[in-house]
Nanobody, 116 residues
Framework: QVQLVESGGGLVQPGGSLNLSCTVP????????LGWYRQAPGKQRDLVAT???????QYADSVKGRFTISRDVPKKTIFLRMNELTPEDTAVYYC??????????WGQGTQVTVSS
């Protein structure tokens, strides 16, 4: 069974930064799309940022200019650098992968809490 493994969540003060990591099975180029979604309490799961196999990023409007998605191909890992965090960024963050066929693949989620 294919699994994505996230790490790096935690508690941070408003204006602070956090880095999330997600280790993926298989070569990174085996994935058509990798990325991050988030789900706040009582809300739907929303896209945060995605990275196509061509290394082209896309971001939700709410995080543009503050978050950066990147990858390390040899380490088979994608990252989400989050700057200027606000309480509205509080959510469970999920790593996401799609190989271009079959079902979406999700990580177990990591909690990010922005609070003073």
């Amino acid at each position: 069974q294919v699994q994505l493994v996230e790490s790096g969540g935690g508690l941070v003060q408003p204006g602070g930064s956090l880095n999330l990591s997600c280790t993926v099975p298989l070569n990174i180029f085996a994935w058509k799309t990798l990325g991050w979604y988030r789900q706040a309490p009582g809300k739907q799961r929303d896209l945060v940022a995605t990275l196509a196999s061509t290394n082209s990023p896309q971001y939700a409007d709410s995080v543009k200019g503050r978050f950066t998605i990147s990858r390390d191909v040899p380490k088979k890992t994608i990252f989400l650098r989050m700057n200027e965090l606000t309480p509205e960024d509080t959510a469970v963050y999920y790593c996401y992968g799609f190989r271009g066929w079959g079902a979406d693949v999700w990580g177990q989620g990591t909690q990010v809490t922005v609070s003073s």
